[in-house]
């Protein structure tokens, strides 16, 4: 860090060493989460970085070996609650696995509807956290204002900005009305008008160019070797989306572009973000054309809702009422595992149902955990600056690595 | 009716005036606080929010900076167990002092013979070099050298500040201080150059007085001149050493309430100091104006230079000190030597 400097008894003679130093970046970092960065320094230079994982560690995995599977939605979304529509997605298609219930197609076309307004969020929110990192302020606020925007859709929606517990088994919670229809499409056009913008101020900016061309490099062996996961992996060169390897919800049948960038810096994931953007609302445009007439939740449950309760919620207000089913369902014998295309990346649930209220085990791999080792590798070497904007470009949440 | 011309002749006494109450300390004060309004202000209507608004709605929420002021200077200091508190006080004392002096030495306007109300100072601040008087706080015939050798001190003292607060953050801003301040030093003092050449004086007001601003006789220095004070200033896209995503806050990391205020405001004292350097030698300064209107003229054109520097938060980010470096050394260096030579071809041939 320091120079060190040697005068030798016959005068001034004076001979710099590289000193090497540790610098304790955080718990309270001024960026997101709380997650201690070990960096040990050769100058500008890091040889070595320890990510000290844990300081947000709500033990989701634990307790929802106590809760019913009800109470498990609001829990699995406590860790990503900026991403919560898919924290939930992927938990209850693995439980849906495990009943054996048919989905109705509306609502398989909803879930993706939420699931991709949810990812714009998200992926505003990383972009505006990567702004301040980078000391871009007005980025930062951007990602922040535009957010709030699809946020206002999700309220609409499901109820509730973030943790919006909007998929049950079975379906969805409540249903598209044509307000929420028009809300959608102008969404659409402001932030096409807002990405222009973004573009001029942002991503061109020869500042910001400057600080992640070249930066924190990840060749496609290396992003497959460290198993770099979601935008990260697709920035270095390789194709994999779950959302068209191994399609879910209503993705077979939406026609969508999955962008991939060669280059693999951190421009190229800032790239990749805000394609997927736009490919997000290209395929928000589709859902809102094609979504089909029916119900949202299987008549399996739907059935069983009280036919009073049912014509003052479900024919009023078209809401879902939850049956007495829920209340303590007991699913068969037997495991399920599912994966969602979250915004950060793959999302993966395994789901043990040894047939009581209570799951025996479920265990989540989230795309953020998964982040720590890709992230513990690509700054060795890069300079000190670089730490936060390889941070950032990364998008790693660290409550959902702690989970 | 003497006592009062006696009161009247001591209150406006430049050494006084100038340093005390305008532009100095009292002046600089408030236009600080209004570029921190400012700054927040216009970074807000770019990224669609408000901006401070609460604590005084009709104003726009201008008095926010007083209360936050208030409340720095009146919050507890902390100092630390393992440093020095000798040192660790007298650094940003220091600091906020030496980016003060050179608003001493700049020419604010010149001083009629008579007709004005500083006129009756015309003989004691009487610049033979533009056979006027100056209205500044302590005339020098060389004083561009006397401001940068002053500005220059400043770095040393924030590398001071560094030392003595023992700690690691600060230690790695200040090394990034060390290395920025010898790259921009060159190029103020080499556009600087170059104008002292073109203009033939060392006498800021002598270029000023000559009616031709810099920035057409010497349109590169001017530029080199202004990236130089963004640098010297840390304002982005050169907030580098206070990166606070990086190194908090830098050399003020440990540093709280009215020490902070000290050693977080000298740069905006640099900034405005350097502002009206540039105002004075690259904008015309207080032309065609003189006397008091004359130096209100050149404040108003050193806060349009002021609020321009730090409105360049809302469009930029901050580059890497390596990046930095190379762009001062590597594009800017070679600019340096080109407004040199356009000074030395430009002086012969022009400004005589």
């Given at each position: 860090m320091t120079s060190q400097l040697e005068f030798s008894a016959s005068g001034l003679e004076v001979e710099i060493i590289p000193v090497e130093g540790e610098l304790n970046v955080g718990p309270q970092h001024p960026g997101s989460g709380h997650m201690r960065i070990y960096v040990k320094l050769d100058g500008d230079i890091i040889v070595d970085a320890k990510i000290d994982p844990g300081y947000v560690h709500r033990g989701v995995e634990k307790l929802s070996e106590y809760r019913t599977y009800m109470k498990i939605i609001p829990l699995v979304e406590r860790p990503a609650i900026l991403d919560s529509i898919h924290m939930n997605l992927g938990y209850i298609m693995a439980v849906e696995k495990i009943l054996g219930v048919d989905v109705p197609e509306r609502a398989q076309y909803l879930r993706t509807l939420a699931a991709e307004v949810n990812r714009i969020a998200s992926h505003l929110y990383g972009l505006g956290i990567w702004a301040i990192f980078l000391g871009h302020s007005t980025g930062y606020m951007w990602g922040f204002g535009d957010r709030e925007v699809w946020l206002e859709i999700l309220q609409a929606l499901t109820g509730a900005r973030v943790t919006n517990s909007y998929i049950i088994p079975g379906g969805v919670r409540r249903d598209l009305t044509p307000a929420i229809k028009e809300m959608v499409e102008k969404a659409i056009a402001y932030q096409r008008r807002k990405l222009q913008d973004w573009y001029k101020i942002f991503v061109n900016n020869p500042n910001i160019r400057a600080r992640l061309e070249n930066v924190g490099v990840m060749s496609r062996e290396n992003a497959i070797k460290w198993g770099a996961v979601g935008p990260n992996l697709r920035a270095s060169g390789v194709y994999y989306d779950v959302r068209k390897i191994e399609p879910y919800a209503a993705y077979d049948k939406v026609d969508f572009e999955i962008p991939v960038y060669k280059e693999g810096d951190a421009y190229a994931r800032l790239l990749v973000r805000f394609a997927e953007i736009e490919q997000s609302m290209r395929i928000l445009e589709q859902v809102i054309k094609n979504i089909p007439e029916?119900?949202?939740?299987?008549d399996r449950f739907f059935k069983q809702i009280p036919p009073t309760r049912l014509k003052k919620w479900?024919?009023?207000?078209?809401r879902i009422v939850f049956p007495g089913y829920y209340a303590s369902f007991r699913p068969p014998k037997g495991e399920a595992i599912s994966r969602v295309e979250a915004g950060r990346g793959e999302l993966v649930y395994y789901v043990i149902s040894d047939?009581?209220?209570?799951?025996y085990r479920l265990r989540m791999i989230t795309p953020s955990y998964r982040t720590i080792y890709v992230f513990e590798q690509i700054v060795?070497?890069?300079?000190?600056?670089?730490l936060p904007a390889i941070y950032g470009s990364l998008d790693y949440f660290p409550p959902e690595a702690d989970r | 009716m003497s006592a009062l011309y006696a009161l009247r002749y001591y209150f406006f006494y430049p050494s006084f005036f100038v340093v005390i109450i305008f532009p100095g300390l009292i002046f600089t004060t408030i236009v600080l606080l209004l570029t921190i309004w400012f700054e927040r202000k216009a970074a807000a209507l770019v990224q669609m929010r408000y901006g401070?608004?609460?604590?005084?709605k009709r104003v726009g929420g201008a008095l926010q900076l007083v209360a936050d002021a208030i409340r720095l200077v009146f919050s507890e200091i902390i100092i630390p167990v393992e440093v020095n508190p000798t040192l660790f006080v007298l650094a940003p004392a220091l600091v906020f002092t030496f980016t003060f002096v050179p608003m001493i030495l700049i020419p604010y306007s010149a001083i009629p013979?008579?007709?004005?109300?500083?006129?009756?100072?015309f003989h004691i601040f009487y610049d033979p070099n533009i056979h006027k008087g100056l209205f500044i706080g302590y005339f020098v015939p060389y004083n561009i050298i006397l401001i940068m050798g002053l500005s220059a001190i400043t770095p040393v003292f924030i590398l001071l500040q560094a030392w003595a607060t023992n700690n690691r953050f600060a230690i790695v801003g200040a090394v990034r201080e060390s290395l920025l301040a010898v790259s921009y030093d060159v190029l103020i003092v080499m556009s600087l150059a170059a104008v002292a050449i073109e203009y033939h004086t060392l006498d800021i007001a002598k270029i000023t007085e000559t009616g031709i601003p810099g920035i057409i006789a010497n349109p590169l220095a001017a530029l080199v001149f202004f990236i130089g004070m963004l640098m010297a200033t840390g304002r982005f896209p050169f907030e580098i050493v206070e990166a606070e995503s990086e190194v908090v806050v830098g050399p003020s990391t440990e540093y709280s309430g009215l020490l902070f205020v000290l050693a977080m405001g000298g740069s905006y004292v640099t900034t405005f100091a350097l502002s009206f350097v540039f105002s004075d030698v690259f904008l015309g300064g207080w032309l065609p104006l003189n006397g008091l209107p004359g130096a209100l003229w050149n404040s108003i054109k050193a806060i349009i230079v002021l609020w321009f520097t730090v409105f360049l938060r809302a469009v930029y980010g901050r580059y890497r000190i390596d990046q930095a470096l190379r762009g001062s050394w590597k594009y800017l260096l070679p600019v340096a030597f080109a407004s040199l030579v356009l000074g030395l071809v430009v002086g012969q041939l022009w400004i005589r």
């Open positions: 029916g119900n949202i939740l299987s479900w024919e009023g207000q078209r047939g009581s209220a209570n799951p060795k070497g890069s300079r000190y600056a670089d | 401070p608004l609460y604590v005084s013979q008579s007709g004005s109300i500083l006129s009756p100072y």
